[in-house]
T-cell receptor
Framework: QKEVEQDPGPLSVPEGAIVSLNCTYS??????FMWYRQYSRKGPELLMY????GNKEDGRFTAQVDKSSKYISLFIRDSQPSDSATYLC???????????FGKGITLSVRP | GAVVSQHPSRVICKSGTSVKIECRSL??????MFWYRQFPKQSLMLMAT?????????EQGVEKDKFLINHASLTLSTLTVTSAHPEDSSFYIC?????????FGPGTRLTVL
């Protein structure tokens, strides 16, 4: 079993849809959880960061962490064509520790 | 903000030459920087962890003599691909650690002819 499993893609949705992206993990030592967005031929961009169970909202994005179930999610409301990218979940055990990534899911938002 | 730059953004070289890639944290100090490579349609593969003032820690299977890493200051790490070959062609991305989060550079596309 891989340490981090991410729902496989690709995912295609119409503009305005609510998107749900999910990752599960097996290592209970993970304490910090991140979502990155990566456009083609660019470096990943940090979208959301959280370290506790619960929800964290930033504009159209909501990150959800359930440590008891070892499950994290990213919700995108009112999705836009500009949201079309690859989304990577990542987690770490502590500061300056290496990140463990999911495989990434490619999202396409159709106009 | 947390901005990380990489230079060059793209490089084409002949087989057998060495290529240096720079990674800089522009508005924060990073004791730890990371180097990744990424093949098309694949996730990031960690190559090494670079700590300022000490030797880098390489992931299993990564040749330390081929991929030389230097982290001479809190804002600069360099990756040198020595005696590059076509199979080294890839997208190389660095990141800099700021507390528990990594901020990534824009990447360097290396093509070895």
């Amino acid at each position: 079993q891989k340490e981090v499993e991410q729902d496989p893609g690709p995912l295609s949705v119409p503009e305005g849809a609510i998107v749900s992206l999910n990752c599960t993990y097996s290592n209970s030592a993970f304490q910090y959880f991140m979502w990155y967005r990566q456009y083609s031929r660019k470096g990943p961009e940090l979208l959301m960061y959280t370290y506790s169970s619960g929800n964290k909202e930033d504009g159209r994005f909501t990150a959800q962490v359930d440590k008891s179930s070892k499950y994290i999610s990213l919700f995108i409301r009112d999705s836009q064509p500009s949201d079309s990218a690859t989304y990577l979940c990542a987690m770490s055990v502590g500061a300056n520790s290496k990140l463990t990534f999911g495989k990434g899911i490619t999202l396409s938002v159709r106009p | 903000g947390a901005v990380v730059s990489q230079h060059p953004s793209r490089v084409i070289c002949k087989s057998g030459t060495s290529v240096k890639i720079e990674c800089r944290s522009l508005d924060f100090q990073a004791t730890t920087m990371f180097w990744y490579r990424q093949f098309p349609k694949q996730s990031l593969m960690l190559m090494a962890t670079s700590n300022e003032g000490s030797k880098a820690t390489y992931e299993q299977g990564v040749e330390k003599d081929k991929f030389l890493i230097n982290h001479a200051s809190l804002t600069l790490s360099t990756l040198t691909v020595t005696s590059a070959h076509p199979e080294d062609s890839s997208f190389y991305i660095c990141s800099a650690g700021k507390r528990e989060v990594e901020f990534f550079g824009p990447g360097t596309r290396l093509t070895v002819l």
